[in-house]
């Protein structure tokens, strides 16, 4: 645990740093120099380990957005990390069954699909909110008015594995009596589905005409909703959603057609079988880390991390992602 001296925290690395502690860097340096059974990359030791990063925007660079979490543990536990930016949700997961990650930032669908192979070390919050919401909208031209009026339309959604990009959006779909087929592992029945990301999603629906509706999370585009759509549509996002009080302040509008219900948010999750001391130290740092721990220095241009802080979660807080693929009549392997 960090501890403070002279009111400035100070790190298990920088005590191993210091002249006066020669004794214990030889010690820790024996300990790291051992074989990681656990590890899967050949015995090399864990004074390196492996994040795998999923962008949920793709014009993100998002190993440079969590360049501050992976400083931030590297001041805290004895490792150095490596960011890897995977190619889908799916991709993590590979990553992690295959033994090539150590930790993975990934959907909340993960950690129901990867109970075998993850822990779950934390839930990310932004802004106070454990939670966040998937939203469908339309463009205020395009004559949808309801749910039921997407029947025989194209709709631009998520990844086949996001949560709030496609999973929850094809609930939602369901319940007001579209016929979703086998979606996401198969195609849905009353409408035509492309894959990509949030970002992507998005802006299919601005540019081009045959996209008529989108399914994103809110973080991707609750901006562009005027506020008092989420007033008349839903109380729990006014009440909980970090996106809310912005929303509305972007110049191209949306008209919204449906929220979801709240959702828990992404998991940072750890390989079950990673089996070296050093583990518990990172994984303190993640959950100890401050919101100005995961800021960039000033002068940085590019996207700051979308959440504050990790709170400890483990696989029951995603039971309800477990209620979503029960109802869709899903397997996660069917899509995984």
Known sequence: ????????????????????AVGLTAMAAGCLGESDDGDGNGGDGSDEITMVLNPAESSVDIQEQYRPLAEHIESEADVSV????????VATLQDIRSDRAHLADTSPSAAVAARDAADVVGMRVQYGA?????????????????????????????????????LVPMTMLKDAGLDTGSAPDGDPVDFEAEHSDHDTAREHLFNRPEIVAATT???STAGHVPQEQFDELSEDFAEISAEYENAGTEDEELQLLAVSDPIPRAPIMARSNWDDPVREDVEEAILNAEPEDLSHEEGYEGEE????????GSHEDYEPIQQVLDELGLEFEDIS
């Not at 645990?1 to 006066?20: A, C, E, F, I, Y």
């Not at 997407?150 to 990844?159: P, Q, R, V």
């Not at 979308?306 to 400890?312: G, H, I, R």
């Open 217 to 219: 999370g809110a973080f």
């Open 1 to 20: 645990m960090p501890r403070k001296t002279g009111g400035r925290r100070v790190t298990r690395r920088d005590v191993l740093q210091s002249g006066s």
């Open 82 to 89: 490596e960011l890897k930016r995977a190619g889908s949700y």
């Open 130 to 166: 454990a939670r966040y919401f998937s939203l469908i909208t339309t463009t205020p031209d395009s004559g949808i008015e309801e749910l039921s009026d997407l029947e025989g339309e194209t709709i631009a959604m998520g990844s086949q594995l996001s949560v709030s990009g496609t």
């Open 305 to 312: 991390l979308w959440f504050s802080n990790v709170v400890e």
